[in-house]
C-alpha cells in the first residue's frame, strides 16, 4: 500500500519556491501558503509525475474594494521541469471552503509544503474541519466519483491511473461515514477506515506498484475486481445519511472574521 509522501528534491524545491516569488512579483500579491496536491501528496506518484503546486495567496488590502471583481485565479503553464503551477485568491478560497470543497481541504492538509508565511493555513483547516457540513463534503465526493467512473466505464481498455481518481473519493465517502469526520488525503491513510477485500487488495498493490514504476501509466486491460467494487460502492453510496453538521451562519461568520485578519495583518 502507498506510503508517506515522499521527500521534494532540493532543487525542485528551490525552483518551486523561485516560480512562486516570480508570481508575488509578477502579478502584485503574495503567496500565504503553497503545497503539492496530486499524486505525489496522496503517496503513490509515477518516476515522471507533475509536480502539482498549488497556493493561497491575497491581493494588497485596496484590490478587495473595488466594485467589480478582477480575477482571483493565478495560473503558470507546465514549465520544463513539469511544475504545474496554479493559485486561488483568498477571497475565493474561503469561498470555497464555506461550500465544503473537499479540493481545498486537501491543500489545507497536504503533507507537502513549499512554504507558508504566518498561521493563515492552519486557521483555515481548523474553521473547515470545526464547520464542516459533512453532507455536503459527501456529495462533493460523491459527484467526483461518478465523473470519472462515467468516463471510463465502457471499453475493452481503460487509462489504468484513472482507476485511482475513482476510488479515492469512494474511500472518502466510507470514511465520511465510518469516522464522521473530514477524510485524509493519503491514500494509505483512508483504508484505516476500510480494509480491502483480499482480491481488491492484491488488485491495487499491483496497479499502484506499476504506476510507481511506469514512467507514463498508459491504457490496460479493464481490472474486473476493481471495476466491481467502484460499482458496488457506487450502488450504496448515499451522502443524504450522513450527519450534517456545519453551522452555516457559524462558519460564514467565522470565515469573514477570518478574512478580515488576514486582509489586517502585516506578514513578514
Known sequence: MPEAAPAIPDAIRRHVEARLKDVEAHDGVE??????????????????SDYDVRFVYRHPHDWYLSLHEARDVIERDIDEREIDLAGWDLRKALRLLLKWNPALHEWL???????????????????????????????????????????MSTGADV??????????????????????????????????????????????????????????????????????WIESRLEVADPAKLANCGNVQAARSAANELFLTILRENRP
Open 31 to 48: 503567496v500565504l501558503f503553497a503545497i503539492e496536491s496530486g499524486s505525489r501528496a496522496w503517496g503513490f506518484a509515477s518516476p515522471d
Open 109 to 151: 492538509v497536504s503533507p507537502i509544503t513549499y512554504g507558508v508565511v504566518g498561521a493563515c493555513r492552519e486557521e483555515m483547516l481548523a474553521l473547515y474541519e470545526a464547520h464542516a457540513d459533512l453532507r455536503a463534503v459527501g456529495y462533493h465526493y460523491l459527484s467526483i466519483a461518478k465523473t470519472q467512473w462515467n468516463r
Open 159 to 228: 487509462p489504468l491511473k484513472k482507476y485511482f481518481y475513482a476510488i479515492r473519493p469512494l474511500m472518502a465517502l466510507h470514511w465520511l461515514s465510518a469516522r464522521s469526520t473530514v477524510p485524509p488525503m493519503n491514500f494509505a491513510a483512508l483504508l484505516e477506515a476500510e480494509p480491502w477485500p483480499r482480491d481488491m487488495d492484491c488488485a491495487v498493490a499491483e496497479l499502484i506498484a506499476l504506476k510507481r514504476e511506469t514512467p507514463e501509466l498508459g491504457s490496460g486491460p479493464r481490472v474486473g475486481v476493481i471495476d466491481r
